[in-house]
């Protein structure tokens, strides 16, 4: 039990997040705002003047209200913000200007006025970052405005390698994806060994699963993509891992409470290990008893797991998951429930991502795999009854209408994979596309082109999709697209 003062701190926390995610929001709003208007115009006065009472309600319990970009997150103060459907875009660009100019911190000190705030904000947003040493010029540019309540920090030197690096980082998340589907497969093999398994080792590589998806996590919902069919269970479990935990912090869960639902998810059908293989593989119907005894699996996912010699280092809701990731909202599915009860919050997120990546698979006992697209489409027409329609909302939001990995095929006769999808819902259809093919149809190492902008200025025209296209029809692997340069180790059968 929480002591009084551990209560206060509790709510102190919750209450200065809260002002920092105003305060970000603001923030964002009134630059963008000042990106686009003059320093007098009506729109950018109204949204200084919300952001200014925002940092005065703030400083009147804090010595400073600061901003401060560490570990690729935003904290206010010492707390840090938390992002949801509506605050990530502001996030996404408010991170984005601080990395650009080199800025770790921006704090405004008691004694700043509304003209001050309007001043630094019209600055910031219209000065361009110097190419050398971006943070000391904008600095020195910012001193010869006089603007003597506001401060500037520099970005820490490994904030700056975290997106410098981008290419290691995302070597780094693939040698990571392949990594866990080869701890997987040895605790399955260690299990039924009824050896003890490394669960430290399992914790570890969520963690870092974690940072990768805080780094980039387009680039991991793209590797979501990859398929192996001959080990379809190992290959996906990583898969609804990394895309539940993607959900997850789109929800705005913390660190801790991801790297649990990372390790929750990926033993969400640990019990296939005692289904026979001739079963689970079966091409073509399942006889009643066949069906029976998959619809096992929830239940003897949840026996392993308790039997799990270092059960201490799995989180309790491992179990939730394993046992209720075929329950759909409505309590349909399996396993029967006689009881009305509430189905646990990581389930949920977890039964919206095994039912994307296994309808999205191709499977002997599938007449045919649906394109991302359709499995979409399908389990929007089931939201509320099947799925929890907000998670399912959120979901679709990170996927996209067309989601990261859908081919599709361009009004100019090109085709292409999705491979970033914008967040704000006017742009749903106007994802990244990386081009594979020309208008001819030849097979090209095309450019990634953003559907947004015009194919050419002169016309302002810009590409369409305009259908989502079946990837085993045109032969392609989608996932060579997102794996182009670490070798994929070799999964022993
Ligand atoms: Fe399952
Ligand atoms: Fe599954």
């Not at 925002?54 to 970009?69: G, P, R, T, W, Y």
């Not at 059908?269 to 079966?282: R, S, V």
Request: aromatic share 10%; proline share 3%; hydrophobic share 40%.
């Amino acid at each position: 039990m929480l002591s009084q003062q551990e209560n206060y701190m509790a709510v102190d926390s919750s209450n200065l997040a809260k002002k920092g995610q105003d305060i970000l929001v603001r923030l964002t709003s009134s630059m963008k705002t000042a990106q686009i208007y003059e320093l007098n115009n009506l729109t950018l006065i109204k949204q200084v003047n919300i952001l200014f009472m925002f940092i005065q309600d703030a400083l009147q319990n804090e010595s400073e209200a600061k901003l401060q970009l560490r570990e690729n997150t935003l904290f206010f103060n010492s707390v840090r913000i938390k992002y949801d459907f509506a605050t990530y875009e502001s996030f996404k660009f408010l991170a984005a200007e601080f990395k650009k100019k080199e800025i770790g911190v921006i704090s405004f000190d008691p004694g700043l006025i509304e003209d001050e705030l309007k001043a630094f904000i019209v600055f910031f947003a219209n000065t361009p970052e110097a190419e050398d040493h971006p943070f000391e010029v904008f600095q020195k540019q910012l001193k010869t405005q006089k603007m003597d309540h506001v401060f500037l920090e520099k970005l820490h030197p490994f904030e700056k390698l975290s997106t410098l690096e981008e290419k290691d980082a995302k070597k780094l998340a693939q040698k990571v994806f392949f990594k866990s589907i080869t701890h997987l497969q040895e605790v399955f093999e260690r299990e039924k060994e009824q050896k003890r398994v490394h669960l430290k080792t399992t914790r570890r590589l969520m963690q870092s699963i974690v940072n990768l998806i805080i780094q980039d996590e387009t680039f991991m919902v793209g590797l979501s993509n990859i398929k192996n069919y001959d080990e379809y269970t190992l290959n996906h479990s990583i898969n609804v891992c990394v895309l539940s935990m993607c959900l997850g912090r789109r929800l705005g869960l913390d660190k801790h409470e991801l790297m649990e639902l990372g390790i929750a998810s990926f033993f969400h059908d640990i019990g296939k290990l005692e289904i026979p293989k001739e079963i689970l593989d079966k091409p073509g119907r399942l006889t009643i008893q066949e069906r029976e005894i998959i619809e096992r699996h929830p239940h003897l996912g949840a026996e392993i797991l308790v039997r799990l010699k270092e059960f201490s280092y799995l989180p309790v809701r491992a179990l939730y998951v394993a046992l209720e990731h075929h329950l759909r909202l409505d309590l349909s599915g399996y396993p029967k429930v006689w009881k009305k009860n509430s189905i646990n919050l990581y389930s949920q997120i977890v039964e919206i991502c095994d039912f994307f990546d296994a309808v999205t698979t191709d499977r002997p006992y599938r007449k045919r795999t649906f394109t991302r697209y359709e499995a979409l489409s399908m389990m929007l027409e089931k939201s509320g009854e099947e799925f929890n329609p907000h998670l399912l909302k959120i979901f679709t939001n990170m996927v996209g209408v067309y989601p990261i990995g859908s081919l599709v095929a361009l009004d100019t006769g090109e085709i292409g994979i999705v491979s970033e999808v914008h967040s704000d819902v006017s742009s749903l259809l106007q994802p990244k596309v990386k081009l594979i093919t020309d208008s001819q149809g030849n097979k090209i190492d095309g450019e990634t082109v953003d559907l947004r902008i015009p194919q050419s200025e002169k016309t302002g025209s810009t590409r369409k999709i305009i259908k989502s296209l079946n990837p085993q029809e045109y032969n392609i692997r989608i996932s060579d697209y997102f794996v182009a340069e670490v070798e994929q180790p070799a999964f022993a059968t």
